[in-house]
């Protein structure tokens, strides 16, 4: 088991960067695939990005190739999202999560733990 903590986020403008963290109160990340997910205001949680146990592979929603980039530091437990050129469509919270065994790191379905969010706020 592991226990999710996310941090970082804030109001940045447009074109503007932010790091988030992710870092596992209790448990080991380096047992485990990472994701990002996002939920703005009134919409469904989506697919950020997502980074396999031994880094060897990453994934990103459309949205976000080439501004957003999922790397992991298991000597510190933590997972981190860079992400520059913001949008005010970047707008949400973002949700860190632990995927044990699935195969589809892309899918919500495959998270076993998650934090509890940090928002994040583009202002155009």
């Known amino acids: 088991q592991v226990q999710l903590v996310e941090s970082g986020g804030g109001l940045v403008q447009a074109g503007g960067s932010l790091r988030l963290s992710c870092a596992a109160s209790s448990g080991t990340v380096s047992r485990y695939a990472m994701g990002w997910f996002r939920q703005a205001s009134g919409k469904e949680r989506e697919f950020v990005a997502a980074?396999?146990?031994?880094?060897?592979?990453?994934s990103y929603t459309d949205a976000g190739k080439g501004r957003f980039t999922i790397s992991r530091d298991n000597a510190k437990n933590t997972v981190y999202l860079q992400m520059n050129s913001l949008k005010p469509e970047d707008t949400a919270v973002y949700y860190c999560a632990a995927a044990a065994y699935g195969s589809d790191i892309t899918l919500q379905s495959s998270y076993d733990y998650w934090g509890q969010g940090t928002q994040v706020t583009v202002s155009s």
């Open positions: 980074i396999r146990r031994t880094a060897s592979f990453t």
